[in-house]
């Protein structure tokens, strides 16, 4: 089992959590602020199986949420 946290932008994160809802995954969202001009983000915890975190991550660079 592993637990993957991802900070997302806040108008990213609806659509986020669908892809992943739609792919049988589970998150838990927390808001969170920081960074710069302190803009609002979502922070997901999203716990899985070992073999899947690849198809987390991969849903997560689908479409640029996630920025390494």
């Known amino acids: 089992m592993k637990l993957i946290v991802a900070i997302i932008n806040n108008d990213d994160c609806p659509n986020v959590l669908s892809e992943l809802t739609h792919k049988n995954f589970s998150a838990t ?15 997901l915890l999203i716990g899985t199986e070992d073999e899947k975190v690849d198809e987390v991550i991969g849903v997560l660079h689908s479409r640029d949420f996630l920025r390494i």
């Open 29 to 43: 969202r927390l808001s969170t602020s920081g960074g710069f001009l302190r803009a609002g983000n979502s922070t």
